[in-house]
């Protein structure tokens, strides 16, 4: 879905190749998976940015091995194998949940995850680490909020509202974590600048030059 969501937007920036386990005339068919045809897909590329994932909070084990697990897994692996230069992986605050509501997020933060999704997270972080230490293959972890193409009604909790992140936002975010061009391996939160935020923002800005719409919110409900 957030795939769906920021190719059209980086389309014309880049030159983009889209795939998906279920393809399609907008998509190429890969199984992120299989190692083997991921390095095929991989090579020539300068980033890949991988989001394929079993993404809900609630999903059990046997649904996130292989999506979440053995597939952050294999894409890492391959994207060094092809000498990628940048890897960009779709972590998510839920890799930090635990942290009492109160607690805003850094990105400096380790994690702390309230559900096994979440962790799955953390390990796609910690797989990230270990490629950028030991390949040329650089690489950013996004901790994702919630892409949506309007923000949750106001009558959410404060925690679902400052989550949010625009489809503006969300393009934007992905085109500065493949294009900064001064990091081996970073892990930065990823939202709108919404008000009460669950997440701070600084590092994701200073790091890579992400600039969100401070009126995001307004030109949503407008």
């Known amino acids: 879905m957030v795939g769906r969501t920021i190719a059209p937007r980086l389309a014309s920036r880049w030159e983009l190749v889209a795939t998906d386990a279920r393809p399609s005339p907008a998509m190429a068919s890969l199984d992120?998976?299989?190692?083997?045809?991921?390095?095929?897909?991989?090579?020539?590329?300068?980033?890949?940015?991988?989001?394929?994932?079993?993404?809900?909070?609630?999903?059990?084990?046997?649904?996130?091995?292989?999506?979440?697990?053995?597939?952050?897994?294999?894409?890492?692996?391959?994207?060094?194998?092809?000498?990628?230069?940048?890897?960009?992986?779709?972590?998510s605050l839920h890799a930090v949940s635990a942290l009492p509501a109160s607690v805003v997020r850094g990105s400096g933060d380790p994690a702390r995850p309230a559900n096994l999704y979440g962790a799955t997270k953390a390990w796609a972080e910690a797989v990230g680490s270990w490629i950028a230490a030991s390949t040329s293959t650089t690489v950013v972890a996004l901790r994702l909020g919630y892409v949506a193409p309007t923000p949750p009604d106001r009558s959410w909790p404060d925690s679902e509202l400052s989550a949010w992140l625009s489809p503006r936002d969300a393009a934007e975010l992905f085109r500065t974590a493949v294009e900064a061009d001064t990091l081996s391996f970073a892990v930065l939160n990823g939202t709108s600048a919404n008000q009460h935020p669950v997440a701070d923002l600084g590092d994701t800005r200073r790091l890579l030059g992400y600039q969100p719409l401070d009126d995001a919110w307004l030109t949503a409900q407008t």
């Open 32 to 91: 992120v998976v299989d190692a083997s045809a991921c390095r095929a897909a991989f090579q020539g590329a300068d980033a890949v940015i991988h989001l394929a994932a079993a993404a809900d909070p609630e999903t059990g084990w046997d649904d996130l091995l292989t999506p979440n697990v053995l597939g952050a897994h294999a894409v890492a692996v391959a994207a060094a194998a092809a000498g990628v230069r940048r890897l960009v992986l779709a972590s």
